[in-house]
């Protein structure tokens, strides 16, 4: 089962922060799936990214799948950014298609742009097109920085749509 915000657990999973090595990713991950303590979740997805190991992708991924707080969902897209695995690209292009969670679609829009594998470029055209920008902004301008990270001249068909939008109030 989990563990609670618990003092050992924390304590630990700081120990192997503290190493800072390959060799603590995978302990690290095996004790993130026994806490429920959002700080020491948090921390430890940081530093996943800052190990760049490849090993934490799909674990990554998979906690973005599983959760929908943002804070949670922000740490996890810095980290695989940091990591620039292209191996999140397909995961992630799942579960943008998959969920409907608004701000897991903010999140996975950035990331995608932000990964810069050309890849995301048409399942992120795709969800622009299935975006109401009266209801949905937030994504919009996720989906519109994405593209413009990619610099594909793919995305210059999906970028001309912006023209049809009624004027917007800010």
């Known amino acids: 089962g989990k563990i609670n915000?618990?003092?050992?657990?924390?304590?630990?999973?700081?120990?192997?922060i503290k190493i800072d090595s390959k060799e603590s990713v995978k302990p690290l991950i095996e004790l993130l799936d026994k806490?429920?303590?959002?700080?020491?979740?948090?921390?430890?997805?940081y530093i996943l990214g800052q190990l760049k190991s490849h090993e934490?992708?799909?674990?990554l991924v998979e906690v973005m799948m599983n959760n929908n707080?943002?804070?949670?969902?922000?740490?996890?897209?810095?980290?695989?950014?940091?990591?620039?695995s292209e191996e999140a690209v397909k995961p992630l292009i799942d579960l943008m298609k998959n969920t409907n969670d608004k701000e897991?679609?903010?999140?996975?829009?950035?990331?995608?742009?932000?990964?810069?594998?050309?890849?995301?470029?048409?399942?992120?055209?795709?969800?622009m097109?299935?975006?109401?920008e009266d209801e949905d902004y937030n994504i919009l301008i996720s989906i519109l920085g994405a593209l413009g990270n990619l610099g594909?001249?793919?995305?210059?068909?999906?970028l001309t749509r912006i023209e049809s939008y009624k004027e917007?109030?800010?």
């Open 5 to 16: 915000c618990d003092i050992f657990l924390n304590s630990a999973t700081d120990a192997l």
């Open 35 to 45: 806490t429920d303590c959002e700080d020491t979740i948090n921390y430890a997805i």
């Open 56 to 59: 934490s992708v799909a674990f």
């Open 69 to 84: 707080d943002s804070t949670i969902l922000r740490s996890v897209s810095e980290a695989l950014c940091n990591i620039g």
């Open 104 to 127: 897991a679609l903010e999140h996975i829009s950035e990331t995608l742009g932000d990964l810069g594998y050309k890849d995301a470029v048409s399942p992120l055209a795709n969800l």
């Open 129 to 132: 097109e299935s975006t109401n």
């Open 152 to 158: 594909s001249i793919e995305a210059v068909k999906p």
């Open 168 to 170: 917007w109030e800010f």
